[in-house]
Each structure stands twice: as C-alpha cells, then as structure tokens.
C-alpha cells in the first residue's frame, strides 16, 4: 500500500541541503505505485514535484504540495551482436549504472561518469560531460502520462534533445513522469578522449591504449579536483549553462577579451566557458553569507552549512548581473528552481 507522508523536511534530498519541507510526501518504488497514487483525484489539482537524486535543483521555499520521489530501481541488458541495450529504473543513480555498464565491458557512458543524480532525470536535463551528450547513448524511455494514467514511450526523435534540455522540459514539461530509460551502447569501443584535460590525464598515468575503465576512472578524477563532494559541502554540480551565441555576437567580445575560453557549437555558433566567465568577474572560491562559489571552480555554488535556497539564488542573480556587465553575455542558470 502506497505510504503518504505529511510535514517531511527535504534536506537529505536535495544535494544541496537545503533545509525545506514537503506539505505531501511520496516514495515511488514500483511503476504501478504511480498508478495508485494518480487514481485519487485530489494529486491532480496540488502541485507537485518529482525528485531523484535531488542533484540538480534549488529549493527556495517549502513546497506547498506533493513531492514524489522516484525510488525505482533495477537495470538489465540484451546482447544482440556487438550492440548493447541497457534498461534501468529512474531511480538507479546515474553512476551506479556507469559503472555497471563499464564493468561488463558496454562502451558510451564512459566520459558521463561520476555525474550526480538519477538514471529518471537524465532525458530531461539531456545531461552531458566531457564531449558525450545523453542523447548520443540514448535509446528510448517509458514514462507515465498524469493526464490518462497511461504509460508511454518515446523515442529519441520524440524527446526532442538539445543542450540541457528535451520535451520533458519544454512542451510537455509536467505532463510526464519517467519511469525507465533505455540506453544504446556497444561491446566495441568508440573513446572520444579529444574533451578537457583526459588525454592529458592519460598521458600523466603512461596509459597509451586506454581502457573503459581507464577513461572513466580519468573522468572520474577529473571532476573530483573540480567539484566538490555533495555529502561534505551542499552543491548541485554546475549552477550555470555554458552561454550559446552566434559567430558573429562572438566577434567583438573575443577581440575585447583574446584569452576568452570557447569551442565550436556548429550552425554559426560559439560555446563559452561559464566557468571562465565568472572568474575573470572575480567570483571563484568567493564566500557570500553562508553560501559562494567553489574554489577550484566559479562555476559552482555551493551551501558552506545553514544557508536558505533564497541565499543561493541571490548570489546567481548577482554573478549573472555581473558576467552581462563584463561581456554582455546572459548566463542560464542548469539548476531547476523551485520556489
């Protein structure tokens, strides 16, 4: 039977540890539980809010309504060939199924390693790192309708991918709970090692024919001496978007700032480094009230113990106000506010 809960405090559900309360509370560990809970009308008419890992949001106030947390776990694979397919429930965390995959030998999700947050959240936020996008890896999902109590599949085409985002944070954003999510992987490695510093990790540890293990562990290593820990400092990995603009918007800020970090994002158009943005506005490792931003990278904030989701979405508004001052370029927060 289906437990709701009333009056339950968030904080060791959200990575940034946010102290705000739930009015409803729902722990979903089986599909047909969301079935049970949808049959009663009165979830229809409060809000409500879908939670994984908890990784990628900013609770600003308590939440007036249910909050639903994705609990469903399981992950299975079928060989056909040299083509994997792997299937996980939306509550799996994202790199207990990294490396799943890169034990048995699945090659795709090697360079998304150590990545916060549920295997449920990844389509809608089309999460990437390190060259390698969701949608690269990204078979198909099954998710469950609120409107008709049905569930339903999507293809990749259906999902709509672009950078950190998908349908399920545009058109039908709210509509959808997803519930699994199929991956396409392969038993024949395709590295793509060109991103960041991995090669140059490689190269420090005399690995010259690197393994899934090798990259992943690099990746790995790579975002720990970026990013902080969620359980010793509350975070939500990057705060921020990578600013997308044209060629020709482009132009006079790289003359006015030569060193300015960027890479091709094709169709005419230029992807800046968030990150570089922000430290040359002097915020990296900044400490405002109980909240600031990492000190080995600007481009997270994080909760330095007792600071209020309010906080922290008045320091975004400060850097955002601060990086259009210096650049004329308007930064996108990542992370979902929820107020």
Not at 71 to 91: F, L, M, T, Y
Not at 171 to 179: H, S, V
Not at 269 to 296: M, P, R, S, Y
């Amino acid at each position: 039977m289906l437990q709701i809960q009333e009056n339950v405090s968030l904080k060791n559900f959200n990575t940034f540890g946010i102290e705000a309360s739930a009015r409803y509370f729902a722990e979903i560990s089986h599909p047909e539980e969301l079935t049970e809970l949808f049959a009663d009308p009165q979830w229809h008419t409060v809000p409500r809010l879908v939670m994984g890992g908890g990784s990628n949001m900013l609770l600003v106030n308590n939440f007036d309504g249910i909050v639903i947390r994705l609990n469903i776990r399981g992950i299975e694979h079928r060989i056909s060939h040299d083509d994997v397919v792997v299937e996980a429930g939306a509550g799996e965390v994202w790199n207990d199924l990294v490396n799943y995959c890169v034990d048995h030998g699945f090659a795709g999700m090697e360079n998304l390693s150590l990545i916060p947050g549920s295997v449920g959240a990844s389509p809608i936020q089309n999460i990437g790192a390190y060259g390698i996008e969701l949608k690269d890896i990204f078979e198909s999902c099954t998710a469950f309708e609120l409107s008709t109590g049905e569930f339903r599949n999507f293809t990749k085409k259906e999902c709509k991918f672009g950078y950190r985002e998908s349908v399920f944070k545009g058109e039908l954003a709210g509509q959808f709970i997803i519930t699994s999510v199929k991956f396409g992987l392969s038993l024949i490695p395709n590295l793509n090692l060109k991103y960041g510093a991995i090669e140059q990790e490689l190269a420090a540890r005399g690995i010259i024919s690197p393994t899934l293990k090798d990259v992943s562990q690099v990746v790995s290593h790579i975002r720990v001496s970026k990013l902080p820990d969620p359980s010793t400092i509350g975070n939500a990995g990057s705060f921020f978007k990578n600013p997308v603009i044209s060629a020709e918007a482009f132009g006079p800020i790289q003359q006015k700032f030569p060193n300015i970090v960027n890479f091709p994002a094709g169709d005419g158009q230029v992807k800046l480094a968030a990150g570089w943005l922000i430290e040359q506005c002097g915020w990296k490792g900044k400490t405002v009230g109980h909240t600031g931003t990492w000190k080995n990278q600007a481009l997270v904030l994080v909760n330095h113990g007792g600071a209020t989701g309010n906080e922290v979405y008045n320091l975004s508004s400060q850097i955002i106000d601060s990086v259009y001052t210096k650049f004329g370029v308007t930064l996108q927060r990542e992370v979902n506010i929820i107020s």
